[in-house]
């Protein structure tokens, strides 16, 4: 009936997990969601050595599922025969399902060790091993501890992996002492939700966004107007729900109840209501203009966040950033230019595009990024790794200006951006017309995401395969 994942479903939200179980199709596809599953898999198993040799339980059906009742079993003989570490140690109570990611035996019993490839401690983690803890004792194993082993972020790497620093364990005992007590009520409540033929009635809560985006917001928000208060730029979910709770949901509502006093919103809501023509800030647009300085260059990077560090300096999800694109216009109505750098994948991409970046952008010149915040910690991290390159490189982050900042300002607004200021809202709002400037039309890789996944494995790839992927990258 439940298992740590499902029991932690039903906490966040009971209909998420009766949808979960019974509806699994309503969620739309989650492209990263592989990527995260392989993060995770591996954070569990470079963590098995963590406390030296250990038995893994995990089996395997022929059809390659996993074999549970055999892990179990398993799980029950090492146990009786004082096996020191476990590890995907298996327990199930009146159908009740956990695996314990380390099992490490104490002198009066087991402590129990839940691996995350997060870098600090959460609620959800506390309520995950809560859960664990109620299943191996009912199973009548005695819990002496409970852990969490996560990832050290200050951790440096030198150029060889050492565990012991890549994690670090944090001592969950009073947090999950305040989620025991809860667990067999919760055990009862959800097993009377998963023995339901329909889904229980359940309204908008906090449980929606926390402490994960629900995969069903799109099911459980059909009766909602589009657009509703839900979409108001740079509205938080907690003050949207407290509009929802007390009525105010469509845009119509917001204008009635008169709380919204920002411009740009109050634009947003305008502009949708009355279907308006694009508002442009002449004078405005006209200062931003006036504050930039040829020759401009438009620099844009792409990064991999590798979870395990994999260059000497770094740290586990540092930013590395191994592409950039640079447009660039020499005098006023000149013409466009483009240089671009594009690192070999499977090795230290850093130095290198720091020097071509330097050798492309004069040190004082006029940059323009959009969400400039990005670019200049990365310029900034740069600069801090190669101290030569450094005094030319804080004077290009020095220079940067921000892109974004006349649609923050409200200084153009159309109803296609819909309350959304990314660029990938902007751009296709401001030229509808041109499917080369949507990022849906791209082939291969489409966003940042996807060539932050796609770049550590070219190396991998058959030759002809890497090379279309490189061009498509770019």
């Known amino acids: ?32 969601l592989a990527a995260r599953m392989e993060t995770g898999n591996a954070i569990g198993d470079m963590a098995m050595g963590l406390f030296g040799k250990f038995t893994e339980v995990t089996a395997y059906r022929p059809d390659g599922r996993l074999d549970l009742s055999r892990m179990i079993t398993y799980t029950e003989e090492l146990i009786r025969a004082g096996e020191e570490i476990i590890c995907e140690a298996s327990f199930s109570y009146k159908g009740n399902y956990c695996a314990v990611d380390i099992l490490k035996k104490d002198k009066d019993g087991y402590a129990i060790y839940e691996v995350k490839s997060s870098t ?9 091993i809560a859960y664990q803890k109620y299943v191996l004792e009912q199973c009548g194993v005695h819990v002496t501890g409970t852990y969490l082993v996560c990832i050290n972020n200050e951790y440096v790497y030198d150029g060889a992996l ?3 620093k890549f994690f670090k364990i944090i001592d969950m005992a009073d947090e999950v002492e305040g989620q025991y007590p809860s667990v067999k009520e919760n055990i009862v409540a959800a097993e009377q939700v998963l023995a339901g033929t329909e889904a229980p009635v359940c309204d908008l809560s906090v449980g929606c966004r926390s402490p994960y985006d629900c995969a069903f917001w799109d099911y459980c928000t059909v009766h909602l107007p589009k657009p509703s208060v839900f979409d108001l730029y740079r509205f938080t979910f907690e003050k949207a729900l407290a ?35 694009p508002h442009v800030d002449k004078d405005g647009i006209r200062k931003y203009l006036d504050s930039l300085s040829f020759p401009l260059y438009f620099l844009d990077f792409e990064t991999m966040q590798p979870v395990v560090p994999q260059f000497v300096g770094t740290r586990p999800y540092q930013q590395i950033p191994f592409q950039y694109s640079l447009h660039y216009v020499l005098e006023e109505e000149g013409d466009v230019f483009h240089k671009e ?43 801090s790794a190669f101290p030569d390159l450094a005094e030319h490189l804080l004077h290009i982050a020095d220079n940067i200006e921000d892109l974004i900042d006349p649609f923050r300002a409200g200084y153009y607004y159309t109803r296609a951006i819909n309350g ?5 809202s902007v751009l296709p ?14 082939k291969g890789v489409h966003n940042g995401s996807e060539a932050m996944d796609i770049f550590p494995k070219i190396k991998d790839m058959p030759p002809r395969m890497h090379r279309q992927r490189s061009i498509r990258s770019r």
């Not at 600090?120 to 995950?128: F, G, K, N, Q, S």
């Not at 919204?260 to 634009?267: D, E, P």
């Not at 959304?420 to 990938?424: D, G, V």
């Open 429 to 442: 709002a401001l030229y509808p017309d041109d499917p080369a400037l949507d990022y849906h039309n791209l």
């Open 243 to 277: 509009y929802y709770q007390r009525g105010v949901v469509s845009f119509e509502d917001v204008l009635r109840d008169g709380e919204m006093k920002n411009s740009v919103r109050a634009l947003q809501i305008h502009h949708e209501l009355h279907e308006c023509e």
């Open 1 to 32: 009936m439940l298992s740590q994942s499902r029991y932690c479903l039903f906490t966040q939200c009971p209909k998420c997990l009766w949808l979960r179980v019974n509806r699994p199709e309503l969620a739309p596809e989650d492209p990263a």
């Open 341 to 383: 750098f594009l690192a070999e994948s499977g090795v230290d991409p850093r130095r290198a595009l720091a020097e071509h970046l330097c050798a492309d952008i004069p040190a004082d010149a006029c940059v323009l990024a959009y969400n400039k915040g990005f670019e200049c910690a990365r310029i900034r991290e740069l600069a």
């Open 120 to 128: 600090h401690a959460a609620l959800i983690y506390a309520t995950d």
């Open 420 to 424: 959304s200021f990314s660029i990938k």
């Open 162 to 164: 050492d565990i012991a």
